[in-house]
């Protein structure tokens, strides 16, 4: 496969790619940066926008002007238009010892994030991320938060089979992926086992899942992404230009584009491309991400801002 750098973005710590039909762009986060960040393949327009905490994660929602995204402790639903931000829920109440880190939407339209033990300073300078404080968050749309699991290092990977009926979420410290049974009816999930655990090079990170139920794991400081069977076997490894690769979402007009964010922090001597926005081309389509289903009152609620 060939690997295309998109942006030579320079993120401390690039996130969350996301693949936005209706607005044809990817839009990503920089943790570290405090930002998030939007490019055109079209029109190669960039913008960005600043944040005055770490912002982790992003999600479509059944609204194509409004996204909801991670950032610090809490989840806030953004427009772009006009830069609007609205409070929607405040999963993490550590901060800010914890921070929350990657998340996705669920086939239900249901909201999935993990949290950790922060480790941005003030000025988004790296901090240890001791412990296993981290927890695994549902967020529903009316904004009621439960917790799911706890005991994670750094939660991250939260994708699910194209059958919906496994759900995968990984602790990179633990150098563990794990599986549980999901039940899309009222969008539960039981019954954890290892999926994969101490696979080399690297650490998990974050995930994108194809339509064959193969799961493609980042490797952050592996240099590569890895695809993993339904069996938890490694099928395909594909290697980076770049140490740090951090999460990937299959994205473009034909689910065939896999976007892939990587790290600056940490890197290795020379990597010049480190902390930018990559792209290759799979033979295989990836899955739509999901959408979060705003509620009836809060549709209502931003009708009017």
Not at 139 to 153: A, L, Q
Not at 251 to 271: H, K, M, N, P
Request: hydrophobic content about 35%.
């Amino acid at each position: 496969m060939t690997v295309e750098c998109l942006v030579e973005a320079k993120d401390i710590v690039g996130e969350s790619p996301l693949w936005h039909p209706e607005h044809e762009c990817v839009y990503w986060t920089d943790v570290n940066g405090f930002k998030i960040r939007r490019y055109s393949p079209k029109t190669h327009e960039r913008t960005n926008w600043r944040f005055d905490v770490p912002v982790s994660a992003i999600s479509l929602t059944i609204d194509p002007e409004w996204l909801l995204v991670a950032l610090g402790p809490r989840l806030i639903l953004w427009s772009p238009v006009g830069d609007r931000r609205v409070p929607f829920a405040e999963p993490e109440r550590d901060w800010p010892h914890n921070r929350l880190n990657d998340g996705a939407t669920d086939p239900t339209g249901v909201f999935w994030v993990g949290s950790m033990r922060n480790n941005v300073g003030g000025e988004g300078s790296d901090l240890e991320a001791e412990g296993f404080t981290g927890s695994l968050y549902r967020v529903t749309p009316e904004g009621d938060v439960s917790v799911i699991d706890r005991g994670f290092g750094i939660t991250n990977t939260l994708v699910w089979s194209p059958d919906q009926t496994t759900f995968y979420c990984g602790c990179s410290v633990r150098n563990v992926i794990y599986a549980y049974d999901y039940d899309a009816k009222d969008s539960s999930v039981r019954n954890r086992r290892a999926f994969v655990e101490n696979v080399a090079p690297g650490l998990p990170d974050g995930s994108a899942m194809d339509e064959e139920g193969c799961l493609w794991n980042c490797r952050f400081f592996g240099g590569c992404i890895v695809r993993i069977s339904a069996t938890g076997t490694v099928v395909q490894t594909i290697p980076m230009p770049v140490s740090n690769i951090t999460n990937c979402s299959f994205g473009g007009s034909d689910l065939r584009t896999l976007f892939i964010t990587t790290a600056s922090l940490r890197a290795r001597e020379r990597e010049k491309l480190a902390g930018g926005l990559f792209a290759i081309r799979s033979e295989v389509r990836g899955l739509e991400p999901g959408r979060f289903r705003l509620s009836a009152s809060t549709i209502a609620m931003l009708a009017g801002i």
